[in-house]
C-alpha cells in the first residue's frame, strides 16, 4: 500500500511571495489533516478534512493560509504573501476514518528568506 | 500555552538497557495518547497508544504507562536497540472535542549509545 505522498519536498522562496503545497492522501482514506512543525517544536494541526468538507481549521492562519479538497481525495496548501515565520516542514497525514490512526506522508520543508 | 510536554529535548541510553521517555498534560479533557517515533527526513509513524481508561499498554518490546491523576505518561522500550535512535513525540486528543487532530510535544531525541 502506498503511503502519503507529498510535494515538493523542499522550496525555498523569499518572503512576500506565495508558495503551494500538494498532498496526495493513502486510497481511500476519508480523513485528512495539514500539521506545521517548526523546528525545535512538534507538529501542529493547522486544518483538518473529512472528505472535501472542513472539520477543524481553528490554528490555521486565515489572512495568510488557505487550503482545499475538492474531490475529496488530494488537497493543497497554500500560503499567500509567506512571512520569515512560515518557515517549517509542513506534514500532511490521513486517515481510514476520523479517530483511527493518522499515517504522515514525509513533509515539504519550505524555507523563507 | 503548550498542552503536552516533553521535558527531555534528548536522553542517551545504552544498547541493551532500557529507555523511559516521558510526556506530561496539562489539559484534563484528553483521553487518548500516543507515542510516534520520527527519523531524519521522514513523517512520524505511529508507535503504540493508550486510551485514558487504561493505565498500561504494551506491544512488543514497547509500554506506555499512563498516571492520569498526575497528568503524566511514560514510554519504555527494553531493550534499546540502535534502531530506536530517532525523535519521540507524545501526542493527545481530545475525543470528544468535535475535532481529532493531535497536540504533540517538542519530542525527545533518543540516542542509543552501542
Known amino acids: 500500500e502506498a503511503g502519503v505522498a507529498q510535494s515538493p519536498r523542499y522550496k525555498i522562496i523569499e518572503k512576500r511571495q506565495s508558495v503551494a503545497f500538494w498532498c496526495n492522501p493513502i486510497?481511500?482514506?476519508?480523513?485528512l489533516y495539514w500539521y506545521q512543525q517548526i523546528l525545535g517544536q512538534g507538529p501542529k494541526l493547522l486544518i483538518q478534512?473529512?472528505?472535501?468538507?472542513?472539520?477543524?481549521d481553528s490554528q490555521l492562519p486565515k489572512d495568510r493560509f488557505s487550503a482545499e479538497r475538492l474531490k475529496g481525495v488530494d488537497s493543497t496548501l497554500k500560503i499567500q504573501p509567506a512571512k520569515l515565520e512560515d518557515s517549517a516542514v509542513y506534514l500532511c497525514?490521513?486517515?481510514?476514518?476520523?479517530?483511527?490512526?493518522?499515517?504522515f506522508g514525509p513533509g515539504t520543508r519550505l524555507t523563507v528568506l | 500555552d503548550q498542552q503536552v510536554k516533553q521535558n527531555s529535548p534528548s536522553l542517551s541510553v545504552q544498547e541493551g538497557r532500557i529507555s523511559i521517555l516521558n510526556c506530561d498534560y496539562t489539559?484534563?479533557?484528553?483521553?487518548?495518547f500516543l507515542w510516534y517515533k520520527k527519523y531524519p527526513a521522514e513523517g512520524p509513524t505511529f508507535l503504540i497508544s493508550?486510551?485514558?481508561?487504561?493505565d498500561k499498554n504494551e506491544d512488543g518490546r514497547f509500554t506506555v504507562f499512563l498516571n492520569k491523576s498526575a497528568k503524566h505518561l511514560s514510554l519504555h522500550i527494553v531493550p534499546s536497540q540502535p534502531g530506536d535512535s530517532a525523535v519521540y513525540f507524545c501526542?493527545?486528543?481530545?475525543?470528544?472535542?468535535?475535532?481529532?487532530?493531535?497536540?504533540f510535544g517538542k519530542g525527545t531525541h533518543l540516542i542509543i549509545q552501542p
Open positions: 497525514a490521513s486517515s481510514s476514518d476520523r479517530f483511527n490512526e493518522q499515517f
Open positions: 486510497s481511500g482514506h476519508a480523513t
Open positions: 478534512f473529512q472528505n472535501n468538507g472542513v472539520v477543524d
Open positions: 489539559n484534563s479533557m484528553f483521553d487518548y
Open positions: 493508550i486510551s485514558s481508561i487504561k
Open positions: 501526542a493527545a486528543r481530545d475525543s470528544g472535542g468535535g475535532a481529532d487532530g493531535l497536540t
